[in-house]
């Protein structure tokens, strides 16, 4: 019997534990831990015959992502109609990412280590209370315990109280290096001995007395909001779509469409990386796949009225696994809310006075992640005219070092005494799975361009536009170039808009455009080959989710955008998916201590001819005679 439910809506609670059910009955599977469990994406041809033809609905498959006895790690797909499994696929070779279960039993493991608590008594630090424990993915750096371990590296700090910033006082220059499927401490390394910072790290309310001239704002919608929820579906004015949060990317959009109008079929953070630039060898190795290595949705948190969210908000919960099959809540996972955002439009008739403006709103879609001392919010932000803003913010606390006096500091920057924050950037991948008014679309590149002084350029002013028709994979290896406008066009040569061009939407840099700086015969740059370029685009295919492979952890031969793109395959009139990376590159100031403001990235999506004139013309005045009298 086919599921009431939307196809793309997510798992329930039941449907999550049967799909653990039904899993551990595949060969080797019954006291397999698991690393997570999801909707399988229904078939993407079934799903839109579904919704544009009326066809059959999608079965309902859950995917277990599963760590067996025998250490292999395995998807197994399940027919939730039926309760059969058809799929077990195997990842050999690769290893499944921290799990939370894992996080918190290495920190206990540390603690009682002997050799950990015996380096910590030599610099005289007995209570275990006051030490906190940062469980961190081990990169593939060639350590001698990477052949045979599936290995973490455990790094201490001290809390002044338990309550304390840890991030003020590093351990420096000690780890452990833990067996995740063991639970037990392989090996401590140490460097260099340096004093404990006496650094201020504390930032709590009452640190610091609060101002008293900040007055309150109140946002209010007295008619109610303009949108309406249904399951996971969403409704706004013209805008529908779903949103969902998956284990591994977070915060998933599904068939996102304007008057009924397809514009993309999915997207989602495909993999953030976070390489650090300190070449110490307590620093050298960082550098966390926070979605491969720990998981984004894994990690998202549960958001505060009045704090994370303001406003007439409605939320969506999510629900999880944890390694047991077992499930868990994610209260307040998504919140969805109506902002004002300024002007839309405005224009002043100097000849007849007249003055016409509207305002602006946005829809937004939140949900926020903590992965170790950073915290991530990804905001997709949707617009009256048919743009969709992609925003990353990070907030969060700097990975520290700490220094002696007259230390030459290298690939960091000082903070406070004693202490400083490693050079590092934040680099987002995301996977827009665009169908431009259809699936088979193009993909363009458009930037300015000077025309020299001569008969078409007489006085040297003017310039155009010139349009790049990418054809294969390797045509669309791209970085941005802000002083050319260069933007991406991804649109349907079937179609035909009222001006004759084809109906379009463009991919635009705004903040957050850096490649990564890493060396290209490091480890880091071989893992995630994929920042290298801003832009890819590869031809639809279910398989390729993951930028840098669905389970990079300790791998360098994990694959990815790299390895697929080798082909060259042609991207020309077909169904198509753009790659494209956001991010910072962070050379830490004091300002950013002991708790940093928000940084941003991101990039918008803009119609380009896939209207015929402004679609925000129907928005109503605002009710202020100041600019409509009567």
Same mark, same amino acid.
């Given at each position: 019997?086919?599921?009431?439910?939307?196809?793309?809506?997510?798992?329930?609670?039941?449907?999550?534990?049967?799909?653990?059910?039904?899993?551990?009955?595949?060969?080797?599977?019954?006291?397999?831990?698991?690393?997570?469990?999801?909707?399988?994406?229904?078939?993407?041809?079934?799903?839109?015959?579904?919704?544009?033809?009326?066809?059959?609905?999608?079965?309902?498959?859950?995917?277990?992502?599963?760590?067996?006895?025998?250490?292999?790690? #395995?998807?197994?797909?399940?027919?939730?109609?039926?309760?059969?499994?058809?799929?077990?696929?195997?990842?050999?070779?690769?290893?499944?990412?921290?799990?939370?279960?894992?996080?918190?039993?290495?920190?206990?493991?540390?603690?009682?280590?002997?050799?950990?608590?015996?380096?910590?008594?030599?610099?005289?630090?007995?209570?275990?209370?006051?030490?906190?424990?940062?469980?961190?993915?081990?990169?593939?750096? $060639?350590?001698?315990?990477?052949?045979?371990?599936?290995?973490?590296?455990?790094?201490?700090?001290?809390?002044?109280?338990?309550?304390?910033?840890?991030?003020?006082?590093?351990?420096?220059?000690?780890?452990?290096?833990?067996?995740?499927?063991?639970?037990?401490?392989?090996?401590?390394?140490?460097?260099?001995?340096?004093?404990?910072?006496?650094?201020?790290?504390?930032?709590?309310?009452?640190?610091?007395?609060?101002?008293?001239?900040?007055?309150?704002?109140?946002?209010?919608?007295?008619?109610?909001?303009?949108?309406?929820?249904?399951?996971?579906?969403?409704?706004?004015?013209?805008?529908?779509?779903?949103?969902?949060?998956?284990?591994?990317?977070?915060?998933?959009?599904?068939?996102? #469409?304007?008057?009924?109008?397809?514009?993309?079929?999915?997207?989602?953070?495909?993999?953030?990386?976070?390489?650090?630039?300190?070449?110490?060898?307590?620093?050298?190795? #960082? +550098?966390?796949?926070?979605?491969?290595?720990?998981?984004?949705?894994?990690?998202?948190?549960?958001?505060?009225?009045?704090?994370?969210?303001?406003?007439?908000?409605?939320?969506?919960?999510?629900?999880?696994?944890?390694?047991?099959?077992?499930?868990?809540?994610?209260?307040?996972?998504?919140?969805?809310?109506?902002?004002?955002?300024?002007?839309?439009?405005?224009?002043?008739?100097?000849?007849?006075?007249?003055?016409?403006?509207?305002?602006?709103?946005?829809?937004?879609?939140?949900?926020?992640?903590?992965?170790?001392?950073?915290?991530?919010?990804?905001?997709?932000?949707?617009?009256?005219?048919?743009?969709?803003?992609?925003?990353?913010?990070?907030?969060?606390?700097?990975?520290?070092?700490?220094?002696?006096?007259?230390?030459?500091?290298?690939?960091?920057?000082?903070?406070?005494?004693?202490?400083?924050?490693?050079?590092?950037?934040?680099?987002?991948?995301?996977?827009?799975?665009?169908?431009?008014?259809?699936?088979?679309?193009?993909?363009?590149?458009?930037?300015?361009?000077?025309?020299?002084?001569?008969?078409?350029?007489?006085?040297?002013?003017?310039?155009?536009?010139?349009?790049?028709?990418?054809?294969?994979?390797?045509?669309?290896?791209?970085?941005?170039?802000?002083?050319?406008?260069?933007?991406?066009?991804?649109?349907?040569?079937?179609?035909? +808009?009222?001006? $004759?061009?084809?109906?379009?939407?463009?991919?635009?840099?705004?903040?957050?455009?850096?490649?990564?700086?890493?060396?290209?015969?490091?480890?880091?740059?071989?893992?995630?080959?994929?920042?290298?370029?801003?832009?890819?685009?590869?031809?639809?295919?279910?398989?390729?989710?993951?930028?840098?492979?669905?389970?990079?952890? $300790?791998?360098?031969?994990?694959?990815?955008?790299?390895?697929?793109?080798?082909?060259?395959?042609?991207?020309?009139?077909?169904?198509?998916?753009?790659?494209?990376?956001?991010?910072?590159?962070?050379?830490? #100031?004091?300002?950013?201590?002991?708790?940093?403001?928000?940084?941003?990235?991101?990039?918008?999506?803009?119609?380009? $001819?896939?209207?015929?004139? +402004?679609?925000?013309?129907?928005?109503?005045?605002?009710?202020?005679?100041?600019?409509?009298?009567?």
């Amino acid at each position: 019997m086919s599921s009431p439910l939307h196809p793309l809506h997510p798992l329930t609670p039941d449907e999550l534990r049967r799909t653990a059910e039904v899993a551990r009955t595949a060969e080797g599977a019954a006291d397999a831990v698991f690393v997570h469990i999801s909707l399988r994406d229904p078939n993407k041809a079934v799903y839109l015959a579904w919704k544009d033809a009326g066809g059959p609905p999608p079965a309902r498959q859950g995917r277990a992502a599963i760590y067996d006895a025998q250490r292999r790690l #395995r998807e197994i797909t399940v027919d939730l109609d039926h309760g059969t499994i058809v799929e077990d696929l195997h990842f050999p070779g690769a290893q499944p990412p921290i799990t939370g279960d894992e996080y918190v039993a290495v920190e206990h493991a540390v603690k009682q280590d002997p050799l950990m608590v015996e380096a910590l008594a030599t610099r005289g630090i007995t209570d275990m209370s006051l030490v906190q424990v940062d469980v961190l993915a081990a990169g593939a750096m $060639g350590h001698p315990l990477e052949a045979n371990h599936r290995i973490a590296r455990a790094v201490p700090y001290l809390r002044g109280g338990v309550d304390d910033n840890g991030y003020a006082r590093p351990i420096e220059s000690l780890l452990g290096i833990v067996d995740l499927d063991e639970m037990r401490v392989l090996q401590i390394e140490e460097y260099d001995v340096k004093p404990i910072p006496a650094a201020d790290g504390e930032y709590k309310a009452g640190t610091v007395p609060p101002r008293t001239d900040l007055k309150a704002i109140e946002i209010t919608q007295p008619d109610g909001v303009s949108f309406t929820v249904d399951g996971n579906r969403i409704h706004w004015l013209d805008w529908e779509f779903s949103a969902a949060l998956d284990a591994q990317e977070g915060l998933v959009l599904h068939d996102v #469409r304007f008057k009924g109008r397809r514009i993309m079929h999915r997207a989602s953070c495909a993999e953030l990386i976070v390489p650090y630039g300190a070449p110490h060898p307590m620093h050298n190795w #960082r +550098n966390y796949f926070d979605a491969g290595e720990y998981g984004l949705g894994a990690c998202t948190n549960s958001l505060v009225l009045g704090c994370d969210c303001v406003g007439d908000i409605t939320y969506l919960d999510a629900h999880l696994v944890n390694g047991h099959g077992e499930v868990v809540e994610v209260p307040n996972a998504i919140c969805l809310h109506e902002e004002d955002f300024s002007l839309l439009w405005k224009h002043s008739d100097h000849a007849t006075g007249n003055v016409e403006s509207r305002r602006a709103r946005r829809f937004v879609v939140n949900s926020m992640a903590t992965v170790g001392n950073y915290d991530y919010a990804f905001r997709w932000n949707f617009g009256l005219d048919g743009h969709i803003e992609l925003e990353v913010q990070m907030h969060g606390i700097i990975s520290t070092m700490a220094h002696t006096d007259g230390e030459v500091l290298q690939g960091t920057s000082m903070v406070d005494a004693g202490l400083s924050g490693p050079h590092h950037q934040h680099l987002f991948c995301f996977r827009l799975d665009l169908d431009v008014d259809g699936t088979d679309n193009t993909v363009r590149e458009i930037e300015a361009e000077a025309i020299p002084i001569g008969p078409d350029n007489p006085v040297g002013n003017a310039f155009r536009s010139k349009t790049t028709f990418f054809e294969t994979e390797n045509d669309a290896k791209r970085n941005a170039k802000d002083t050319l406008a260069r933007a991406w066009y991804v649109g349907n040569p079937s179609k035909e +808009n009222a001006i $004759g061009g084809t109906p379009s939407y463009r991919i635009v840099p705004m903040h957050g455009v850096t490649p990564m700086l890493a060396d290209p015969a490091s480890s880091i740059s071989q893992r995630a080959g994929f920042a290298r370029n801003i832009l890819w685009v590869t031809p639809y295919e279910e398989s390729e989710r993951h930028a840098a492979g669905s389970y990079p952890y $300790g791998r360098l031969d994990a694959e990815g955008l790299p390895e697929w793109t080798a082909a060259d395959r042609p991207i020309a009139d077909t169904d198509v998916v753009c790659w494209y990376t956001v991010g910072v590159t962070h050379f830490v #100031r004091t300002e950013d201590w002991p708790i940093m403001p928000v940084a941003r990235a991101g990039f918008r999506l803009e119609p380009a $001819g896939f209207f015929d004139r +402004n679609p925000a013309l129907d928005i109503p005045a605002s009710p202020a005679k100041c600019c409509h009298p009567e």
